[in-house]
T-cell receptor, first 114, second 115 residues
Framework: AQSVTQLDSQVPVFEEAPVELRCNYS??????LFWYVQYPNQGLQLLLK??????LVKGINGFEAEFNKSQTSFHLRKPSVHISDTAEYFC????????????FGTGTQLKVEL | EAQVTQNPRYLITVTGKKLTVTCSQN?????MSWYRQDPGLGLRQIYY???????DKGDVPEGYKVSRKEKRNFPLILESPSPNQTSLYFC??????????????FGNGTRLTVT
């Protein structure tokens, strides 16, 4: 069975600083990987996804993530954050051939401060 | 506008009083799912439906029921709510089951409090 670990429950960062949100997964088969963002009082929105091909994936709002198979990681990065990036970020995994069953991590609250 | 609509957004009820949270999507999606979100636990799947009249249990189905009589609607039913069902609930849909290029679209959530 697949699982996802987000090691950091909260990440405070100053505006215009870089940020990395960590995600590690576990699965016995090939996986698809996703990052979702949840702004206050809203549902989740897809930020980016890795299905195959290039291991560096670019998403919306300047975010990118890199798939590292050997380290079973899919860390999310942004070189310069804005106040508007304050949100909760969820990493999720689904197994290839496993349908749309997503397993979510516990989330990382990104708080951008002035 | 393409969207998943949940109602109500907020609900406070008492133990044992049956309730229904509605979910409707206007994108002609086949796949629909319910999740609950709890602090420190992330999102956990309650039930899902691959198409009309096809539903299946997710990871935490106890205490919940669903139905899928029409493609666009997927209500979540709590026949006898208990305080441990106090949570934030999300409905989601996608075009088809088993297609990673078909991302999940989420509703804005229903915050349920059971006293």
């Amino acid at each position: 069975a697949q699982s996802v670990t987000q090691l950091d429950s909260q990440v405070p960062v100053f505006e215009e600083a870089p940020v990395e949100l960590r995600c590690n997964y576990s699965s016995s088969v090939s996986v698809y990987l996703f990052w979702y963002v949840q702004y206050p009082n809203q549902g989740l929105q897809l930020l980016l996804k890795y299905l195959s091909g290039s291991t560096l994936v670019k998403g919306i709002n300047g975010f990118e993530a890199e798939f590292n198979k050997s380290q079973t990681s899919f860390h999310l990065r942004k070189p310069s954050v804005h106040i508007s990036d304050t949100a909760e970020y969820f990493c999720a995994v689904s197994e290839t051939g496993g349908g749309n069953k997503l397993t979510f991590g516990t989330g990382t609250q990104l708080k951008v401060e002035l | 506008e393409a969207q998943v609509t949940q109602n109500p957004r907020y609900l406070i009820t008492v133990t044992g009083k049956k309730l229904t949270v509605t979910c409707s999507q206007n994108m002609n999606h086949e796949y629909m799912s319910w999740y609950r979100q709890d602090p420190g636990l992330g999102l956990r799947q309650i039930y899902y439906s691959m198409n009309v009249e096809v539903t299946d249990k997710g990871d935490v189905p106890e205490g919940y029921k669903v139905s899928r009589k029409e493609k666009r609607n997927f209500p979540l039913i709590l026949e006898s709510p208990s305080p441990n069902q106090t949570s934030l609930y999300f409905c989601a849909s996608s075009l088809s089951h088993g297609t990673p290029n078909s991302p999940l679209h989420f509703g804005n959530g229903t915050r349920l409090t059971v006293t």
